[in-house]
């Protein structure tokens, strides 16, 4: 287990290489002195991966936004329920959606499917 600190991200979700070489590696995400944890969030989504929570920083109050900590309790109960997938070596990260800006990550075992899907558009997306 390792932290991703610092994770350089682009327009498309970064692989955590570490978790795609060594499928039992978990890295967390963690963006102490972000205000905006948005695509901290997707990556960790779409890896499979944690976050670390970290909003008093040395004395310093960073605290994270409600729409932050919503979609950090959109994903847990998903991770938690589906961590045979998430731990497991059955994972494609990036495979072809239908839409632009839309990035998806394929978990599968024993005949169990599971995509991770995130919409880097600012517009709805439907159909994918």
Known sequence: MS?????GDSSVPGVLMLKYFEWR???HHVS????DHTW???SAWMNGSGMVVWENVFGAW??????????????????RRYTPLFSAEGWTPLVETLAPN???SLWEVQGVWLWT??????QSQKGL
């Open 62 to 79: 960073e605290g994270w936004t409600p729409r932050d900590r919503s979609i950090l309790r959109s994903m847990t109960p998903i991770q």
């Open 117 to 122: 899907l995130v919409n880097r558009d600012t």
């Open 102 to 104: 839309v990035y998806a």
């Open 25 to 27: 590696h978990i890295q």
């Open 3 to 7: 932290w991703a600190q610092g994770f």
């Open 40 to 42: 901290d969030l997707q």
């Open 32 to 35: 102490r002195l972000s205000r």
